[in-house]
C-alpha cells in the first residue's frame, strides 16, 4: 500500500524531468497512473468483502510513537476506489481539457501528489501520518486553485484555502497529539480499545472540537464554507476531483473514522446534526442565487457535505449506511456535471446559465450525462440517487422524537438541490438553441467519454444495487463499527412513507425548476447581503491581523541599529533586574576580598579616564581608540587575575575590534552629527543601569557557594585523557570540541553574511537600470 | 598609511608575526595559546601588512582570497573528528595520538589537527571581513 501511495508522489517527481515529453500527444499516458491504481485496488475487492482487513506497518519515527501504518478496510476501500477511479477519469479529461497549455505537465504533478496523499488520507492508520497526508492535500490544492496564477483573484482563493484548510489542519494535529496522549497510542486501530477511556478522559471535548475545526474546514461546513465557492477559480478537472468528489469529503472520512472512537457522545451527535443541518439548508438556499455553473454546483457540494455531516451525526446504523451510499451517489452524479459544465465552458466559453440553451443540438452526449446525472442527483427512480435518498429519509424517520422536524429539513434541502441539479445537467440542454452558439462542435472523446461513464454508472448501480451491496458497502459499514452484515439495498421497497416523500420530493422540485428562473438580478439582490457573511469577516480579520503585525514590525524592525540594541538591552535590564530584585539578599562579604595592589588602581584608573575620554570627545577616532584602551585595560585585569589565555585572546580581538572600526569611520563622512543631549542622557541612564545590573550579578555569583566538581574533573583528566596541560585548550578542542566546531561554522557563516552584503549588493548603476526595467 | 618606517617594518614583522601565530597554535596545549588566539595573530599579521603597503599588494602576497581557508579549515578540523571513526574505530571526536612525541611539537593527535582547522578558519574569517569591508567601505 506504501507503494500505492508513493506511485503518485513518485509520477510527480518523473514530470519534474520528462515533463515535456508528456505535455504534448502523450499527456494521455498520464491516465494510465490512476487506472492502474485503480486496478490495483480492485483486486482487494473480494478480500475486503470477506471481512478481512488488510494492514502493512512501516516503521518511520519508532521513538515517538508514529508509524507509516495502513491499513485497508471497507472505508477505506471505497474511498480509494473513488480517488484512482475518479482520478482516472480526470486525468484523461484534463489531456484533453488542458491540450497544448503550457504548463500541462505542472498540472499533472500537483495532481498527483494530490492523488498520493489523499490515498495517504484514507489509508493511515496512524494519526501523525494521517495529519501529514491531509497536509499536503491542502498544498496541492493550493497549487491546483492558483494554476491560473497571472489572474489575480485565481491568487486570493487560493490563498484563502490555504488559509482555512491550513488553520483546520493545525487543529488535526493538535486534537490528534491531545488524542494520542490520553489513548497512549497513535495507531487509529489501537485507540477502538480505549474508547471508553477516552470519552470518560477530561479532554474528550478538546479533543472532538479540535477534530470537528478540522474536519469542518476541510468539508466546508458552516461557517468554513466559503472557501469552498472561491476554490472554482481552479480549472474544472480539479473542481471535479479535489472539491467536489474527493478533497473536501476528507473531512467527512475523519469523521467516519473517528465514529467508532470519539463517537456516540452527546457532544459529537448533537453538534454534528446542528452544523450539518445549517451548512445543508444554508448552502441549498444559497444555490437557489446563482447564476454561474459552477457556483451553483459549489453550493450544492456544500450542502451535500451537510447532509454527510448531519447523518454521521445522527450515528444510527441506518444513518451511516445511509451516508456511505450517499458519499457514493454524490461523487457519481456531483462528478458527472463538473465535467459536464466543463464542457460546456471549453465549447462556448461561457458558464452564465441565463445564456445557456438547446445545447443538446450540439452536444448530445454531453446532454445525455447532464440529463442522467440531473436524473440521478434528484433521486429519481430507477437511479442510484434514489436508493441514496430513499436511505436518507429512512435515517431521520427512524431517529427518536424530532424525526418529523429532521426529515422535514431533508427534504427542503433535497428539493432545492434537485433544482441545483436541474439547473446545472438539464437547463444549458433544453429550448432553443441561441444563434451564437450554434457553431459550437464537440469536444474529443477524452471529455465526454468520463462524464458518460459516471453517469451511466449512476444508473446501472441503482438498477442492479447488488453490485455494490456485498462488495462495498457491507464492509464500509462494518468498519464503521455498526453490524453491516444484513445491510441490503433495493430500489424498490413497496409503497410506504419513504415512497410518498420521496414523490413529494421530486414533485416540488419539478415545480421549482420550472418556476424559478434564475436571474442576475436576484444574485446581485443577495450581494448586498455579503458584508456580514463569514467571508468578508474572516477577511476583515486577516486585514486587521495584516495591519497589527506591520505595526509590530514597525515599531520593532525599524531598521536603526542603534535602537535595536537599546531595545534588546532594555528588555534585559527589565527582566534580569526583575529577577534580582525579587531574589537578591545583598550580602557580600569584604572579609574574603583580598586588598587592592598598586597595579589595579592604575589600571582601573586608565579605563575609567579612557570610558571618559569616549563620551566626551567629539571625534570618533579618538573615541575607538580610547574604547580600545578600556579593552586594553580589560585584558590587563585578565593577567593579573591569572587567565593568560583570556587575556591573549581579548587583546587580539581588541586589536582587530579598533582596526575594523578605524576602517569604517574611515570612509563615513567627515562632518559630525552627534546625538543631542537629551538622547545621550537617556543612552547614559541604560548603559548605567545595565553595568550596575552586571555587577550585582557578578558579586551575586561570589557569594553563591561553589561547585567546582565540574572544574576538578577538567583539571584532573585533561592530562590523562587528552594529553594536555593547558585546560583550557583541552577543553576546547577536545572535550567540548563539538561545540568549538559549531562556533566556527557560525564565524564562517557570518563572513560569508558579510562578504554577501558588501560584495553582492547591486551597485547604483546596476540598480537604475532594474527599476528602469520595471 | 604611507611611512616609511611602518612599510619597512611591516615586511619584517610579516613573517615573524606569522611564525609566532604558529608557535602560539602549536603550544596550545601544554601553555596558554591555542588556535583561536593564534589565528587572530596571523590575521593581525596580514591586516598590519595591508595597512602599510595597501591592500592590493597583501592580497598579491596571499595569492588566494582568503575565504577559501574557511572551508579548508572546516574540512580539516571535521577531518579530525572523523578520524577516530576512520583509523581506530572509536567515536566521533574521541581524541586519538601518535605514539610517540615530536621533537619541538610535542604529541601530535587529532586535537592538534582539530586546532589548526580553528586557526585556519579564523585567519579566514578574520581576513575576509576586514578585507570586504575594506573594500567597499
Known sequence: MLTAILTGFLFSLLLVFAGKYLKG?????????????????????????????????????????????????????????MITGIGFLVFAYTAAYLKGHEYLDRFYGYLGIFMGAMLGIVLSDNIISLFVFWELTSLSSFFLIGFNNKEESSRKSAILALVITGFGGLFLLSGALILGSVAGTFTISEMLISKDLISES??????????????????????????????????????????????????????MRFTPVLGSTEFWNSTLIIVGTVTMLYAAIHTLFRTDLKGVLAYSTISALGILVFLIGLGTEEALLAACVFILVHALYK????????????????????????????????????????ISNAGIPPSFGFLG???????????????????????????????????????????????????????????????????????????FPSIIQESLIQPAVTSLGENGGDVLLKLWHGFNTILALSATTIGIGIMLYFLIKPTKKVEIAIEKLEFISPKTITEKFGDAFHYF???????????????????????????????????????????????LTIYEVI??????????????????????????????????????????????????????????????????????NLSDYKTRIKDGILSIAFGALISILALEVLAEPQSSEISEFYAENAYLLAKGKNVVNVILVDFRGIDTFMEIAVLTIAAIGVFALLKLRMTAKERITTENKK | ????????????????????????????????????????IAAIAFVLHAFANGLENTKQLLRIHPGFLMPVGLALALFSGFSPIIFSDLPFMTGIW??????????????????????????GVSLTIIFTITESA
Open chain 2, 98 to 123: 601518535f605514539p610517540e612525541p615530536l621533537s619541538v611539537v610535542g604529541m601530535v593527535g587529532s586535537a592538534l589537527f582539530f586546532d589548526i582547522g580553528v586557526y585556519l578558519v579564523v585567519v
Open chain 1, 335 to 374: 462528478a458527472t456535471l463538473f465535467l459536464v459544465t466543463g464542457i460546456i465552458d471549453h465549447e462556448t466559453g461561457s458558464r452564465d446559465i441565463t445564456l445557456l440553451s438547446g445545447l443538446r443540438k450540439v452536444l448530445f452526449p454531453v446532454a445525455i450525462a447532464g440529463f442522467l446525472a440531473a
Open chain 1, 25 to 81: 500527444k502523450l499527456a494521455i499516458l498520464s491516465a494510465l497512473v490512476p487506472l492502474g491504481l485503480f486496478i490495483y485496488f480492485l483486486q482487494f475487492v473480494e478480500t475486503i468483502a470477506n471481512g478481512e482487513i488488510i494492514s502493512q506497518n512501516v516503521e518511520w519515527v519508532p521513538s515517538f510513537g508514529v508509524n507509516l501504518g495502513f491499513t485497508l478496510d471497507g472505508l477505506s476501500l471505497i474511498f480509494c476506489l
Open chain 2, 1 to 40: 598609511m604611507k611611512t616609511v618606517i611602518l612599510k619597512t617594518a611591516s615586511n619584517y614583522l610579516l613573517p615573524l608575526l606569522l611564525l609566532f601565530s604558529f608557535f602560539i597554535l602549536l603550544r596550545g596545549h601544554y601553555l596558554p595559546g591555542g588556535g583561536f588566539v593564534g589565528g587572530l
Open chain 1, 603 to 672: 589600571t582601573v584608573a586608565i579605563m575609567i579616564a579612557g570610558i571618559l575620554y569616549t563620551v566626551f570627545t567629539k571625534s570618533r577616532l579618538a573615541a575607538v581608540a580610547a574604547l580600545g584602551i578600556v579593552g586594553l585595560t580589560i585584558s590587563l585585569i585578565f593577567v593579573y587575575y591569572s587567565a593568560p589565555d583570556l587575556a591573549m585572546t581579548q587583546f587580539s580581538i581588541d586589536t582587530l575590534t579598533v582596526i575594523l572600526f578605524v576602517l569604517v569611520l574611515y570612509k563615513l563622512p567627515k562632518y559630525l
Open chain 1, 202 to 255: 477530561p479532554h474528550y471535548i478538546i479533543i472532538v472540537a479540535m477534530i470537528f475545526v478540522a474536519a469542518f474546514t476541510k468539508s466546508a461546513q458552516f461557517p468554513f464554507h466559503f472557501w469552498l465557492p472561491g476554490a472554482m477559480k481552479a480549472p474544472t478537472p480539479v473542481s471535479t476531483y479535489l472539491h467536489s468528489a474527493t478533497m473536501v469529503k476528507a473531512g467527512i472520512y475523519l469523521l
Open chain 1, 389 to 463: 435518498k430513499d436511505l436518507i429519509y429512512e435515517a431521520t424517520l427512524h431517529f427518536g422524537n424530532s424525526a418529523i422536524f429532521l426529515t422535514a429539513l431533508a427534504i427542503i434541502t433535497n428539493i432545492l438541490l434537485l433544482y441545483a441539479g436541474f439547473l446545472a445537467g438539464i437547463k444549458p440542454f433544453s429550448g432553443k438553441l441561441p444563434e451564437n452558439f450554434s457553431k459550437v462542435h464537440m469536444p474529443s472523446f477524452l471529455m465526454w467519454i468520463p462524464p458518460l461513464i459516471l453517469a451511466v454508472l449512476g444508473i446501472l448501480i441503482g438498477i
Open chain 1, 549 to 595: 503585525s506591520s505595526l509590530w514590525t514597525n515599531l520593532f524592525q525599524n531598521g536603526y541599529l542603534r535602537h535595536y540594541v537599546s531595545t534588546i538591552i532594555l528588555f534585559l535590564v527589565a527582566v534580569m533586574g526583575y529577577t534580582l530584585l525579587k531574589n537578591t539578599r545583598y550580602r557580600l562579604d569584604y572579609s574574603s576580598f583580598t586588598a
